[in-house]
Structure formats: C-alpha cells, structure tokens
C-alpha cells in the first residue's frame, strides 16, 4: 500500500491528509483558538467522588472537571501461577482477572493526583482522564508507574524483538516501563538510547513540577498536531510528506535530522502554483466530510448522522434495482458501504457507539462475507476498535476508540435556525474557505484588490476575533481586502468583488466549494 501525508498550512489552521492508494483516509486539523489537551499532563485535585459510579470528579484547571473512571486507574490482581512470559504475551487478556477496588479505597476527596487526558472534552462533557501516565517519543514510549518492557506485534522477528529488548534493559535505569514501538525494528541501538534518554529528561522534569507546583497545574504539554503527526504516522510504509509551508518543511527537516532519521529524504517542500490539497485532489474531499450522505457505486449511498449517544449509519440501495438479482445486488452494495464505513470512521474520526444498518439480506452467509469485509477494511485503523456480529434485526455494533471530538464538530457549529438539529459552517470555516479561495486564485488574478463580502456573523467575528490573521491573507496572497457585510446573502456564504470592475468573480474558483 502506498502511503502520503500532505500537509497545508496557512495563517487559520494546519491540515493533515493521510493518503493511502491516492485515496483520502485520515484528516487532521488544527487552529489557533482550539486547545488541544489530548496527552496533557496534569497535576490535579480530587474534586468529588461518585461511589456509584466508582468514579471521579477531578478539577486540573479547565472549565470543566475531568472524569476519572476507577477502570483508568489500572488496579488489578493476576491469577495465580501466570508467568511473566504469558503476562507479556498477546494471551496476557484471557489470562488477566482484572478486580477493581471501591474507588474510595484508591483515592479520597481533596487528594493531589497526577493524571492524563485520554479524551478530549466532547459536547457537554470534560476530559477524561488516567492515572496510567505514558510519554510518547519516536521510537519507544515510556510508561510511568509501570516496570514493563513491552516490544510492538508487527516486529515479528524474534532475534529482533530479543535485540530490543536487551538494549532497553541495559539502559533503563529507573522504575518506569517501556514499550518499543514499531519504528524501532532494525533501528541501531544508539537511536533508541538517545529516545529514551530524551524520555527521562521529560520524566524528572515531570516529577519536579509536580513536587513543586500547587494543583491544579499543567505539569506536562503534548506537542503541537505536526509535530505529533511526524512521530507517530511516519513510518517507513509512508513514501512521502508533502509541505506547502517552508518553515514547517524546515522544522519536520531538523527533527528527523536530529535523530538521524533516512527518512528525511521523503519531506519534500511544496513549490507548485495550485493549492497543494487541490493538486492532489483532496480539497473536494475535505469539502464533504460534514455531509450527511456519502455516495456510493451504482446510485447507492450512506447517510451519517450524529446524536448525543450513537453514531447511526445507514445503508441504501438507491432506485437503481429493477431488473437485477436482487440478493446479490443487495450484497454489492452493502460489501461496499462496509469498506466505505471503515474509511469514513477514520476521515471523520467518529468515535464511541456507532450503530450500522445495512440493507436485510435473507442470506446468513452472505451477512458474514459483508462482516468480514467490514473487519477488513477496519484493520489499518489505529483507533482501538470492536466489531459485533449482525443482531437479529439486521444491525452491526461497533465501538471505537474516542480522544477528541469527531472532525464534524470542528468544522461546524450548531445552527441557530434549526435549534441543534442540522450542522453549518462556522465563522472560523468561511475565513478559511476564503483563504483558500485566494490561494486557488492567486496565480490568476489580474487585479490586486478586492471586496470580500459576508454576513454579519461572520463580519463580526473577523473585525473582534480574527481581524490579525485575516490581514495575513493580503500577506500571503499578496492582495488588498476590503471587508463588507451583507445580510441579504446567505448567513454563512462569501463572496469576492472585483474592486475596479466591480463583478462578483467567487464562481471562477470555488469549484470545491
């Protein structure tokens, strides 16, 4: 399979495609007002226990507690008998009793605790957190609170997988568990010793500030999107990073010049005249990824739509059925809605309870080659994941890991027409749709300046929130904006004036739009 991560940046936001086969599967985006606190390290007090739900409330200094679940705090007992060998091993879950204690007997009201965010805030709900602290580097992650050395299942060859584990072993001089990561095969030992000597710096520095700082306090930050993106999705499988941003390029450059990376000869710098997410084609995909429907082959199509509780999925046919086998029309179509599901969960990074309706289908065996196409198609998924079979009225269950909030919920805001039960742009999505208009337009524009007229929605927003950074578009673009307002048009559309002959030219380059 052929691997590219291509990289936009402008002044409004950072984005990351993760192709496979030319074909779009992993999105990220990042911007200047979202805080991220997914890998956080917190110093954090214990607001109030809820025995019921043996769970707690803990204040870390954001708006809202985070939510620790007894079942974070990693407290189990083995069965007896077990070895260290079997405990390390893929078997160690059917082997492994977990018995919670009562969260009571763990921690106790106005206690100081040392916690990470392990999801996101979503909705009207905080972060949740762990006391199962691990800090990611590029070859191996460091486990605090743990003692275990633990080595990734792709490395299959076991002289490898002895080698590995023999250098950490040597160099691990603290209390802290270890696990290597892909990455790592057939790397020199030197690499992983620097890694994990860079690791342990973070480490003690941790254990200092939560010596010193008086919770609730920010003791550890995770890096920035790119930089995440970097060390965890390059791999040797990705044949190329493509970055339209010089000083990004340069960055990712010295990154992996520092570790001696070989793969400092796949960052390429993006030099060509269209956008670099038009080249490749992924702008129009991104410009779908909040639709309700996604269509399929042969007039068949899914719809997504999200509640507080679940993700549903449907599957349809279409009109497209007369005069076929119906069963083995039924079967194309939801064979491909499965492999498409798989991709969208990962686009859209739809997390939690997600409930799948395919079309019925008299066939028992015909249900379970759509089953495991969908489990198939599920396995690059990096997310941890659980499919069900089909229940007896046609549905498939799948739970998938959630860390942040789904990609719908940052590129859109509730609409205040439909009161929460439709999705439309936000201020922060038309600013950057027209940042990247001019991007698309730039090389051929004949004149310099331009009326960019919106509502007043989104008029407000850029001249109180946003007014620094949509400056920064004249910069770029090299044009002069004059900003107007407009409520006759519709309240989250855009469009470009001509200053000199005064013609309304949005069309000319909002083909994805």
Not at 53 to 72: E, P
Not at 290 to 296: A, F, G, S, T
Not at 361 to 370: A, G
Not at 398 to 415: A, D, G, H, K
């Amino acid at each position: 399979m052929n691997s590219e991560i291509i990289i936009n940046v402008t002044s409004h936001e950072s984005r990351v495609a993760l192709l496979e086969d030319k074909k779009l599967v992993e999105f990220f985006v990042e911007r200047p007002y979202d805080k991220r606190i997914f890998g956080n390290i917190y110093k954090g007090r214990v607001n109030k226990i809820i025995h019921t739900l043996q769970a707690a409330f803990i204040d870390i200094g954001l708006d809202k507690n985070a939510f620790l679940h007894v079942s974070d705090m990693e407290v189990f007992s083995e069965i007896e008998g077990i070895t260290q060998e079997e405990n390390n091993s893929e078997s160690r879950k059917s082997l492994r009793k977990r018995v919670h204690l009562p969260i009571g007997d763990l921690i106790r009201e106005g206690q100081e605790i040392l916690v990470q965010v392990i999801k996101e805030p979503i909705g009207t709900k905080g972060p949740r957190v762990s006391t199962d602290i691990n800090i990611p580097g590029r070859f191996l992650v460091l486990l605090l609170g743990s003692t275990k050395i633990a080595i990734s299942r792709k490395i299959s060859d076991r002289n490898e997988r002895n080698r590995l584990k023999q250098v950490i072993l040597e160099e691990k001089k603290e209390d802290v568990g270890v696990i290597i990561r892909t990455v790592s095969n057939g790397k020199e030992s030197s690499y992983l010793k620097q890694d994990l000597k860079t690791l342990m710096s973070i480490y003690y520095d941790v254990l200092k500030k939560y010596k010193e700082l008086k919770a609730p306090a920010l003791i550890y930050k995770e890096i920035s999107l790119l930089s995440s993106v970097i060390r965890d999705l390059l791999t040797p499988d990705v044949a190329s990073v493509i970055v339209d941003d010089k000083k990004k390029y340069n960055a990712i450059v010295k990154y992996l010049d520092e570790l001696k990376s070989d793969l400092k000869e796949r960052i390429y710098y993006y030099r060509g005249e269209i956008p670099v997410f038009d080249n490749y084609e992924i702008e129009v995909e991104v410009n779908k990824i909040i639709d309700r429907i996604v269509w399929l082959r042969k007039g068949a199509y899914i719809i997504i739509e999200h509640t507080e509780a679940l993700v549903s999925i449907d599957v349809n046919s279409g009109k497209n059925v007369k005069g076929k086998n119906f069963e083995d029309f039924i079967l194309s179509v939801n064979i491909d809605a499965a492999i498409e599901i798989a991709r969208q969960l990962r686009l859209r990074d739809i997390g939690g309870l997600i409930i799948v309706d395919f079309i019925d289908m008299e066939s028992r065996i015909n249900q379970q080659k759509v089953l495991n196409e969908l489990k198939g198609a599920m396995k690059p998924d990096r997310a941890k994941y659980y499919i069900l079979d089909f229940s007896e009225f046609g549905l498939v269950e799948i739970t998938r890991q959630r860390v942040r909030p789904s990609i719908l919920f940052t590129y859109s805001i509730t609409c205040p027409i439909c009161n929460g039960l439709g999705r439309i742009d936000s201020p922060l999505t038309i600013v950057s749709k027209i940042e990247h208009w001019f991007q698309r337009a730039k090389m051929w524009l004949e004149d310099y300046k331009f009326v960019v007229v919106v509502h007043k929605v989104v008029y407000d927003f850029i001249l109180n929130e946003d007014y620094k950074k949509f400056k920064e578009i004249e910069k770029r673009n090299k044009v002069k904006l004059i900003l107007e307002q407009d409520n006759e048009i519709d309240r989250y559309e855009f469009k470009i004036i001509d200053y000199r002959t005064r013609k309304d030219i949005t069309g000319k380059f909002t083909n994805y739009y």
